[in-house]
């Protein structure tokens, strides 16, 4: 509509007349690696020092005092969250070194694995909400469409045709 309007065929702008393309939030499935796939990454991960001392001796003697929540911030000023991107860079290392190529390889992938299986394995939402700290039950709904066999146990059957 937009060309129709600058190439002079039209007078008016019609292009805010169109409706928008509908989106639903939250289409996708969440993107996970199967247990056997994190078992995997895990192994990959240097565990030859003692890991709950390496943390315990990281908030004593290397954390930089600040107000933020989270454990792992930033060594330089401002003191703040380690951003997303770092924790990205970490999980696509270690998945290059575990042999894995999933198409997502952002930090929610552990995540969203983690939420998978234990939904698949019997886990309620707002177990799995309490667990991974969500503030709103809704932003746990993502999980509820992964669970295909429970799916099936509720969904309608397809309607036949009258013949």
């Known amino acids: 509509m937009r060309l129709l309007l600058l190439r002079g065929v039209v007078p008016t702008d019609l292009a805010r007349t169109l409706p928008g393309v ?3 939030r939250l289409w996708h499935l969440p993107m996970s690696l199967l247990p056997d796939q994190v078992e995997r990454l895990l192994a990959c991960c240097d565990r030859g ?3 709950g001392a390496a943390v315990a001796r990281y908030l004593y003697e290397a954390r930089p005092p600040c107000a933020t929540r989270p454990v792992f911030v930033r060594m330089m000023a401002p003191y703040q969250d380690l951003e997303q991107s770092a924790v990205c860079c970490v ?6 070194r575990a042999g894995l190529d999933p198409e997502h390889k952002g930090a929610h992938l552990l995540q969203h694995s983690l939420a998978t299986n234990l939904l698949r394995r ?3 939402l707002s177990e799995i909400g309490q667990l991974l700290r969500h503030r709103q039950p809704t932003t746990t709904q993502i999980y509820a469409k992964v669970d295909v066999e429970a799916l099936r146990g ?3 059957p397809w309607p036949r045709r009258a013949s």
Request: glycine share 6%; hydrophobic share 60%.
């Open 22 to 24: 509908a989106t639903w």
């Open 49 to 51: 020092s003692p890991v």
């Open 91 to 96: 999980v696509r290392r270690a998945l290059a």
């Open 122 to 124: 019997g886990a309620s």
């Open 154 to 156: 509720i969904a309608l």
